[in-house]
T-cell receptor, first 113, second 112 residues
Framework: KAGVTQTPRYLIKTRGQQVTLSCSPI?????VSWYQQTPGQGLQFLFE???????NKGNFPGRFSGRQFSNSRSEMNVSTLELGDSALYLC????????????FGSGTRLTVV | DAKTTQPNSMESNEEEPVHLPCNHS???????IHWYRQLPSQGPEYVIH???SNVNNRMASLAIAEDRKSSTLILHRATLRDAAVYYC?????????????FGKGTRLSVIA
């Protein structure tokens, strides 16, 4: 079955702009989580959506937001980009009450210049 | 979430077994032990998880100490493809929705 698909793979934006990243989970998975990975901070949890509702939120400023659609696809948006937002943004999906594995996408590499 | 402690890096020869340790002295009774790995230029990949008993799957084995304060991920024959950062993560099953909390992990190098 198809894995988690993230688009685009690479993105270059200018400070002050906004960006939208997309994630298509594995078919049947209703939970989608987003993570930011930087060399300094490692993998940090942004937020999780389940059935179009945000279920958990990490410690990030309000410039970071997300949503989930009825088909479980998710988008995250970062407004007023800062240089420090340059990172690999990863999306992961899981099925309901799955104790074990999350399946991650390959990520979107965002560079802010 | 309870914290885990892992060595920053380890090195192994190809085709040798690798034992990756993880300490979690404050683990609670409902914490599952998860292992993920992240290959270069990829997202993390689920490896294995367990609660109390040792677990085996096609990728690895997980040995859990009797007091559950530590665990070891075992790769039976390391290959070059196993070079990755390995993360040991605790997740409370009772809380249902808690996200994965990643630490720094162990960077495994495999030497041909």
């Amino acid at each position: 079955k198809a894995g988690v698909t993230q688009t685009p793979r690479y993105l270059i934006k200018t400070r002050g702009q906004q960006v939208t990243l997309s994630c298509s989970p594995i078919s049947g998975h209703r939970s989608v989580s987003w993570y930011q990975q930087t060399p300094g901070q490692g993998l940090q949890f942004l937020f999780e959506y389940f059935s179009e509702t945000q279920r958990n939120k990490g410690n990030f400023p309000g410039r970071f937001s997300g949503r989930q659609f009825s088909n479980s696809r998710s988008e995250m948006n970062v407004s007023t980009l800062e240089l420090g937002d340059s990172a690999l943004y990863l999306c992961a999906s899981s099925s309901v009450l799955q104790v074990g594995g999350y399946t991650f996408g390959s990520g979107t590499r965002l560079t802010v210049v | 979430d309870a914290k885990t402690t892992q060595p920053n890096s380890m090195e192994s020869n190809e085709e040798e077994p690798v034992h990756l340790p993880c300490n979690h002295s404050t683990i609670s009774g409902t914490d599952y032990i998860h292992w993920y790995r992240q290959l270069p230029s990829q997202g993390p990949e689920y490896v294995i998880h367990g609660l109390t008993s040792n677990v085996n799957n096609r990728m690895a084995s997980l040995a859990i100490a009797e007091d559950r304060k530590s665990s070891t991920l075992i790769l039976h024959r390391a290959t070059l493809r196993d070079a990755a950062v390995y993360y040991c993560i605790l997740r409370d099953f009772n809380s249902g929705n808690t996200p994965l909390v990643f630490g720094k992990g162990t960077r495994l190098s495999v030497i041909a």
